[in-house]
């Protein structure tokens, strides 16, 4: 079966197996991850997002410019990886193209209690500058909720569109169903962020199977959590370090120890603290209401009993 996956890889140079969701679910620990093992190749950035920003629809042109980001990826090896967390959110429009262009490709997608997730992206974009710190989270549902009802437009509510979509991109099946469309089952697997933080060692021994390399390789392995949410001291010398982040990550993405020395070394200076306040009850009461419906029809179609947040 490894022989296939190279015929895959050998035909164009492109990525065979894409992390295509979801934001705040532990797509970059698992790129991270599986860019140590011997049989995977990463892409020179985690999130190409070529799909959603950079597909023009003319292939010859999207196989070169796509290509781009595998250059040091060898021929020998059986998986070559993307991961771009947004492409679940792209919904019908991604996964056509994706289809189009890798319709043999493999698809993880990681899903959150989205509820948990909500608020985590919420607090990873403030940390990120991307949303106001003065802005608190029941304000946010507000906005997300007058978006996602066709209310307000973005510009009358003061926040880019793809953070008032945020609350959408939870209720999963929505999104999963054009995946289910595109592809046959054995491409896409869908798997929890809830299970791989109560066993990641066995959770990586299921996602070894599907791509059918040998587990071996994290036995023993040091699973370090990445991109956790933190608050900054300064708020310009993080809006620096966000743009120097950004700028060096094709250097140092295959060079994790390096990277997570340097990460290291920042929080120190500018960390004012790991993590944020616990959500009210009151809107996880909210948008538990607001996911409900959703859960019944994410269970149907990925043909499974239990989520591990039925809500």
Not at 144 to 171: H, M, N
Not at 174 to 201: A, G, T
Not at 249 to 258: N, V
């Amino acid at each position: 079966m490894v022989c296939i996956y190279m015929k895959v890889k050998s035909r164009a140079g492109l990525a065979n197996f894409i992390l295509a969701g979801t934001e705040k679910a532990g797509t970059t620990s698992m790129f991270t991850y599986l860019s140590t093992h011997p049989s995977v190749c990463g892409s020179s950035v985690k999130e190409t997002d070529f799909f959603r920003n950079l597909y023009s629809g003319d292939r010859e042109k999207d196989v070169v410019n796509y290509a781009r980001y595998f250059e040091d990826c060898a021929d020998e090896v059986p998986i070559v990886m993307e991961a771009s967390p947004g492409y679940l959110g792209g919904g019908e429009e991604v996964a056509a193209r994706i289809n189009a262009l890798l319709p043999q490709t493999r698809l993880l997608f990681i899903l959150r209690d989205p509820v948990d997730r909500m608020y985590s992206s919420f607090n990873f974009h403030v940390g990120k500058l991307n949303l106001s710190a003065d802005l608190s989270f029941e304000e946010y549902i507000d906005k997300c909720v007058a978006y996602d009802s066709g209310q307000k437009t973005p510009a009358e509510l003061g926040i880019g569109e793809w953070y008032l979509k945020v609350i959408s991109f939870g209720r999963y099946a929505d999104y999963l169903e054009h995946y289910y469309q595109q592809f046959p089952e054995s491409q896409i697997k869908v798997m929890f962020f809830e299970d791989m933080n109560r066993d990641v060692v066995g959770f990586m021994r299921e996602l070894c199977q599907f791509l059918e390399i040998s587990p071996d390789h994290f036995d023993g392995y040091n699973f370090r959590k990445i991109n956790v949410t933190y608050e900054s001291k300064v708020k310009w010398l993080h809006k620096i370090a966000i743009n120097f982040n950004v700028k060096s990550e094709p250097f140092l993405r295959h060079r994790p120890k390096l990277k997570q020395f340097m990460v290291s070394l920042y929080k120190k200076t500018n960390q004012a603290r790991e993590g944020y306040d616990e959500m009210s009850d009151e809107s996880r009461c909210r948008l538990k209401e607001y996911y409900r419906p959703s859960i019944g029809a994410l269970q149907a179609l990925v043909d499974i009993k239990n989520t591990p947040w039925d809500i």
